[in-house]
């Protein structure tokens, strides 16, 4: 699936290429991958791309005069970058024409992804941001996450549900907490201030570092330019149990957590949900 560095490397492919431009036309392949419209997508047409935002691993287009879609990419979504000649991706759900020869071909051969149409960014996001998703995880810092003392929810559970935290799936929540030494079972009430910050300061760097490698590369993901992600080798316990630690040698184990793999090392990782003292 694609995580949040990987929406982001699309993101920025993306504004790089079509940002300002006029829609010329819309083109819907697949009706049932337009999840909602306030209005009909046709109308877009003659409509400028103001620019493209993103929030957790959602995508948010506004345009002027009206209307901002909203893209999510699921499981195995991907939008690519297309001139007229060039043919569609099988399961090509959604083509939009942009000023100057451009295509955007939405595909997703599994549709977990989808769109979305609001008459504004405010529609947007009090339809996918307000009370459904946290702070974004590259702007979080360690008092977004006081709210924590008051709840019992597991660390990794926490960090998948989006709720604190957006955009951060099964990769980069397993390397941040290997990364700021923490067990992905523990209460998140239990965690220190100290451990929060180091955990903060742990998700920056690992998304960052998977940011600037374009991503890690996983079945189906590409960029808009369908290049492959290159943080795949550098992944320190995802998808790495039975290897040693790159940190202190023991053997890397797998549990199942919130019905997720999980990856720990279990020198590095103790739980210590026990006493007020806990990590
Ligand atoms: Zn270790």
């Not at 300002?20 to 997508?41: H, N, Q, W």
């Amino acid at each position: 699936m694609p995580e949040l560095p990987e929406v982001e490397a699309v993101r920025r492919h993306l504004v790089a290429a079509v940002e300002g431009r006029r829609i010329e036309s819309v083109r819907v392949l697949r009706a049932d991958y337009i999840r909602y419209t306030a209005f009909p997508l046709a109308e877009l047409s003659g409509c400028e791309l103001r620019t493209i935002n993103r929030h957790g691993k959602r995508l948010f287009w506004p345009f002027v005069p009206q209307g901002c879609m909203v893209s999510h990419l699921g499981m195995s979504g991907r939008v690519t970058l297309r001139s007229s000649g060039d043919p569609s991706l099988a399961h090509t759900h959604l083509i939009i024409a942009i000023a100057g020869g451009i295509y955007l071909h939405f595909s997703d051969p599994r549709r977990f992804g989808g769109v979305w149409l609001y008459e504004s960014e405010v529609d947007a996001a009090a339809a996918h941001v307000y009370r459904k998703m946290g702070v974004d995880a590259l702007s979080l810092r360690e008092e977004d996450l006081t709210v924590w003392s008051r709840k019992a929810t597991s660390l990794k559970a926490e960090l998948l549900s989006q709720k604190t935290v957006a955009g951060l799936g099964n990769i980069y929540v397993d390397e941040a907490l290997w990364m700021a030494r923490l067990h992905p079972m523990q209460k998140v009430r239990r965690i220190t201030r100290e451990s929060r910050g180091r955990l903060v300061a742990c998700i920056g760097q690992v998304l960052r570092a998977s940011l600037r490698h374009g991503g890690t590369t996983f079945r189906d993901y590409r960029d808009a330019k369908a290049n492959r992600g290159g943080f795949g080798q550098r992944l320190a316990v995802y998808g790495k149990a039975g290897h040693p630690c790159q940190r202190c040698g023991a053997v890397l184990q797998s549990l199942v957590i919130a019905q997720r793999s999980t990856v720990i090392c279990p020198k590095c990782q103790l739980r210590r949900n026990h006493g007020r003292n806990a990590n």
